[in-house]
């Protein structure tokens, strides 16, 4: 199944970046170009960088000028992550582009990309609350608690994943159909941004 498939991805992505556990550490895919692992992959590790961005800039010693640039740094970042959903939607699209859509077809809350966006951020979360949970120099009692909420998270990733392969299975089918937003973010565009656009005068 797709979801099973993706977190294995996620998995192999969030590790990769642990053996450096460097925000600037070069990307190295694994998956060739044209395969859908390899849009998995480069989302997961843009969302495993932006993780630890937003781990550093709460340093409440930062620099303010350091913090500035790290803020920027995360803005651009958001907008790589939006354009990977976009990307991967456009696979999605291509894929079912010969489905016969039933007259009864219902569409999604969200597309099946957004979904998988939620997967990876989950696997984030899970990889980092097992740390928590399992750290040596913690007490007992933020390790128990840190357990009780990594059981939720797995619970969690079940249920997504249970819903992801759902939908795709309707889109599939013909039962529910994929219409597209472009996010139309407005705060890195300097034609939309007044601070922006006044600034350009």
């Known amino acids: 199944m797709f979801s099973k498939l993706a977190y294995s991805v996620f998995e192999q992505s969030i590790k990769e970046y642990h053996k450096y556990d460097n925000v600037d550490q070069p990307i190295s895919n694994p998956y060739s170009n044209d395969t859908f692992e390899h849009l998995l992959y480069l989302k997961n ?26 803020k920027r ?23 079912y582009s010969g489905v016969k859509v039933k ?31 399992t750290r040596e120099d913690a007490t007992q009692d933020h390790r128990n608690a840190c357990q009780t909420k990594l059981n939720i998270l797995l619970e969690q990733r079940s249920d997504l994943s249970t819903a ?8 599939e089918n013909g039962d529910k159909f994929m219409k597209v937003y472009k996010q139309m973010k407005m705060y890195n565009d300097d034609e939309l941004n007044p601070v922006l656009y006044q600034n350009k005068k």
């Open 73 to 95: 740094r995360i803005d651009a970042s958001n907008q790589e992550r939006t354009d990977m959903v976009e990307y991967i939607d456009s696979y999605f699209l291509k894929k």
């Open 164 to 171: 992801i392969d759902d939908l795709l299975t309707d889109i």
């Open 103 to 133: 007259d009864n077809a219902k569409i999604n809350s969200e597309s099946p990309a957004w979904a998988f966006d939620r997967l990876s951020i989950l696997a984030l979360k899970i990889y980092h609350m097992n740390e928590e949970a």
């Open 45 to 70: 590790w843009i969302d495993t960088v932006q993780w630890h961005l937003e781990d550093i800039i709460r340093d409440p010693n930062i620099d303010p000028v350091a913090a500035l640039k790290l």
